[in-house]
């Protein structure tokens, strides 16, 4: 089983920490999310695997963290002042702006015949999702990258303008003769980062699916021109394995190749991983949406950030860059510009992914319906609760806070004495803890606890001294 929809979530997420909704205090700022304790720790966790997957488990790719604000002149050789733009149309009724594609999007019924064209075809109109008018301005270019200035000057100084950037991947592109050089790698190398992009959105929500503020995890990998295809292949397999390996089913993931008119314009072929967001659709076709992308950039980057490239009569292409950023192959004697995989996946979403797939139902012997956020344990905020249960026995208490105190250099673990057991446990299912370690009056005599497993229920009786290696072993154990 997995969430029904994302509203599910959203209620789950507030009602238990994970995430809140920004700046609510003042009346919120539209699609601006605040993580909590528990989601602070799930996103934490997301983070940490990807580095380890990407980074440490393979001996060929490095890490990087650029500055966000970067000179003006990256966004204007890598395309983005001119193409990063969504098409706007505005409703002529009641003015609201929308995303003409997210527009077409809409379900069938949200479409009106408006005329007939000279092929006798229909022409149909999407209807307004504020006030259901058919009557749209005419599309227009609206750049989605967020414009500040630096220094003391004024604000209309076109000098100080810059960009917040708007994805990770120009910041590796910038650094690819730092990076080769300090780190003397040869093809194929990657390199890989985490941290926040900004794009002012025309139509953001969905919960943290779609924000201005948000966080990426992206990877370079550069190949020689011709290893390119296979490369990028492979990255598409193992990307698709690893949601799968964090927990996330394979039902609800699916690979989507995108046609030629809506790829980037760097992009040679682009493949993304779509997740199923949103099952209470009705057409199938309109449960899926984008999770990562995994795109063939050619080496439109390398080269773009290049001072050498000429146009057909001889004049520099980019005449501000100081350096040239191809290759040298010494096997082959060979210079050119490398070919990049990129890798491509949101943090944020992620999080969305993880919890809806884990998200399940359970009917207790009272017939009380209990959620049961089964998280891969990798995942789980918390991987261990210990429970005392009786907390105004203070032998009792004092052993459960020595024993989580005892586990903490070793897994996450919490002490939690706010309810009555039956409670606790509750809790602890609906956040996903994978193991609650409850002790009671029988642990001062036996030096045993009783382990509760999240997704089956059953308990079992472990040796106070054997505690910390039955959980690790358990917490590993899971595929
Ligand atoms: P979309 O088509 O949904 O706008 P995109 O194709 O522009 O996304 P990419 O540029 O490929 O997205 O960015 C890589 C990843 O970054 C996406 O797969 C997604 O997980 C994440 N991402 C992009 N835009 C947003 C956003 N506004 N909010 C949250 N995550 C985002």
Redesign the pocket.
């Known amino acids: 089983m997995s969430a029904p929809n994302i509203d599910t979530i959203v209620s789950l997420a507030k009602r238990r920490g994970f995430v809140y909704p920004s700046s609510e205090i003042y009346g919120g700022l539209g699609s601006a999310w605040d993580y909590g304790p528990l989601g602070v720790e799930l996103a934490n966790n997301v983070r940490q695997a990807w580095w380890r997957w990407m980074v440490y488990e393979r001996d060929d790719i490095e890490g990087l963290d650029s500055s966000i604000i970067l000179n003006r002149l990256v966004w204007k050789y890598s395309g983005h002042e001119e193409t990063f733009t ?1 098409p706007l149309t505005e409703c002529r009724k009641c003015h609201s702006r929308f995303r003409k594609d997210e527009l077409h999007k809409q379900p069938p019924d949200r479409f009106v015949r408006v005329g007939v064209s000279d092929t006798s075809g229909l022409i149909v109109s999407p209807m307004c999702p504020n006030c259901d008018a058919t009557d749209w301005t005419e599309p227009r270019p609206f750049n989605l990258m967020f414009r500040t200035h630096v220094g003391a000057t004024a604000e209309d100084d076109a000098d100080a303008l810059v960009y917040l950037r ?2 990770t991947a120009q910041g590796i592109f910038i650094n690819f003769l730092n990076v080769l050089n300090t780190s003397r790698r040869k093809l194929p190398f990657g390199v890989a980062q985490i941290g926040k ?1 900004f ?1 002012n ?1 025309v139509t ?1 929500g969905n919960f ?9 995890m ?1 990877m370079e990998y550069f190949v020689r021109p011709g290893e390119d295809e296979q490369a990028h292949q492979e990255w598409i397999d193992a990307c698709h394995q690893w949601f799968q390996s964090i927990g996330i089913s394979g039902d609800n993931l699916r690979l989507y190749e995108q046609p030629k008119e809506e790829l ?1 314009h760097y992009a040679k072929r ?1 493949v ?2 779509q997740y199923r967001f949103f099952p209470e659709r009705d057409d199938e076709e309109r449960h899926w ?5 995994i ?1 063939n950039r050619t080496d439109f980057d390398l080269r773009t950030h290049s001072k050498k490239p000429e146009d057909s009569e001889g004049k520099r292409l980019n005449p501000d860059s100081t350096e040239d950023l191809s290759y040298f192959d010494e096997q082959t004697k060979q210079r050119f510009y490398p070919y990049v995989i990129e890798p ?7 999080v969305l992914a993880l919890l809806m797939d884990a998200y399940s139902e359970k009917t207790t012997d009272k017939g009380e319906t209990r959620v049961i956020l089964k998280l891969h344990h990798s995942m789980a905020p918390i991987k261990v609760a210990v429970l005392p249960l009786a907390k105004n026995k203070p032998e009792i208490v004092g052993m459960a806070k020595a024993i989580k105190r005892s586990l903490q250099p070793v897994v996450r673990a919490v002490y939690d004495d706010t309810g009555g057991i039956g409670k606790l446990y509750a809790r602890q299912d609906e956040i996903g803890t994978p193991f609650c370690v409850t002790v009671d009056h029988q642990s001062l005599e036996d030096e045993a606890v009783t382990v509760r497993d999240r997704d089956t229920w059953e308990q079992e009786r472990v040796k106070v001294a054997d505690l910390a290696t039955y959980l690790l072993q358990r917490l590993t154990e899971q595929a």
């Open positions: 969504d708007p994805e992009s794009r959105e953001p943290i699916f779609r924000t201005r503020e948000f966080e990426q992206e980037a682009t993304d991983i949406d984008e999770l990562m992308g795109a491509a996946a949101g943090v944020n979403r992620t």
